[in-house]
């Protein structure tokens, strides 16, 4: 692996951004839309809109602003509250340019595009427990030049459907995913306690960056405080109120993630995989990975390739 935790991670978890479509809408409208357990994506384009969540304050939504849902719980887009809303499944869509229609007449007041993160394959729910539920990125923030570049090159691969378009959007979502992943890191205030927030710590991300660039190491609380320049009893208490778990437990948890991620994509002895990852012994792997993942390793193999 790298020492670049945020990149890491995204491996790890194979995390997988799709575009699959959009709308536009006029007069009175409303959507319902469900994450069915994956990352939602919702890009404005043009206009402007509410979010409504269950026991929630309507948010506004802005022109150029993106929100990311934990896909827990559906929400709604609307022009208003108390419009009945579509199901998004019942939406009809132009083959040609994946984009619905919603409203009435023929003016074009809002504009948005949509899409998840999948993150079937993240069996640790790695990237999943890392985000607050909603992740709310406005056209006025810092990075909100670069995020509009890449809604408008997105918008015009929808518009136009040139060859390759499948690949270019799916590049340009990952992008977008990376760019609100950045966000989360410059406010991190608004995380909860996971390895995000504590990669947002400039004390704690030397820490991380020796665990991630070198998981096989057997890592001590002394190396690992003297790394962050500070006592062992400070960076301890530190590091697990920001991470969520202890600096030593970490190591344990991404290790199995790591381990996770490479039986599911190639075919090395458990044996060899297992000092990859810093265990001498077979069994004493095996064991951990058990605890961790809930099946033994061969057994998750097994259900991955039959799922692939």
């Not at 790890?12 to 959009?22: C, E, I, L, N, Q």
């Not at 132009?94 to 999948?118: F, K, N, W, Y």
């Not at 509009?148 to 691969?157: D, S």
């Not at 991630?212 to 405080?225: I, V």
Request: hydrophobic share 45%.
């Amino acid at each position: 692996m790298t020492a670049d935790p945020l990149s890491d991670a995204l491996a790890v978890a194979d995390a997988r951004s799709v575009f699959s479509g959009g709308f536009t809408a006029g007069g009175d409208w409303a959507i319902q839309l469900r994450g069915r357990d994956r990352l939602k994506v919702n890009a404005v384009l043009q206009g402007g809109c509410l979010l409504v969540r269950d026991g929630g304050e309507p948010l506004r939504l802005a022109e150029g602003d993106v929100v990311i849902s934990d896909g827990g719980q559906p929400y709604t887009l609307c022009s208003r509250p108390g419009v009945e809303p579509t199901d998004s499944d019942d939406v009809v869509m132009d083959p040609e340019t994946r984009m619905g229609r919603l409203g009435q007449g023929d003016a074009v007041d809002v504009a948005c595009v949509s899409g998840h993160i999948d993150l079937s394959r993240d069996r640790g729910d790695l990237l999943r427990r890392a985000l607050p539920e909603l992740v709310h990125v406005r056209a006025d923030s810092p990075e909100a030049g670069v995020l509009r570049w890449l809604i408008g090159q997105l918008a015009a691969e929808m518009r136009t459907r040139r060859a390759g378009v499948e690949f270019v959007s799916a590049h340009l979502a990952q992008l977008m995913f990376v760019q609100v992943l950045r966000v989360c890191l410059a406010e991190a205030d608004g995380l909860p306690p996971g390895w995000l927030r504590a990669l947002a710590d400039e004390r704690l991300a030397p820490a991380l960056r020796l665990m991630h660039g070198d998981p096989a190491h057997p890592w001590q609380l002394e190396e690992l405080a003297r790394a962050a320049a500070m006592s062992r009893t400070t960076f301890a208490v530190r590091f697990k109120e920001a991470a969520g778990v202890p600096p030593l437990t970490y190591l344990l948890n991404w290790r199995m993630n790591l381990a996770a991620r490479a039986l599911r994509q190639d075919t090395a002895p458990v044996g060899a995989l297992a000092r990859s990852v810093g265990y001498t012994s077979e069994s004493a792997f095996s064991n951990a990975f058990k605890r961790a993942v809930g099946v033994a390793p061969r057994r998750y193999r097994e259900e991955a390739l039959a799922g692939s």
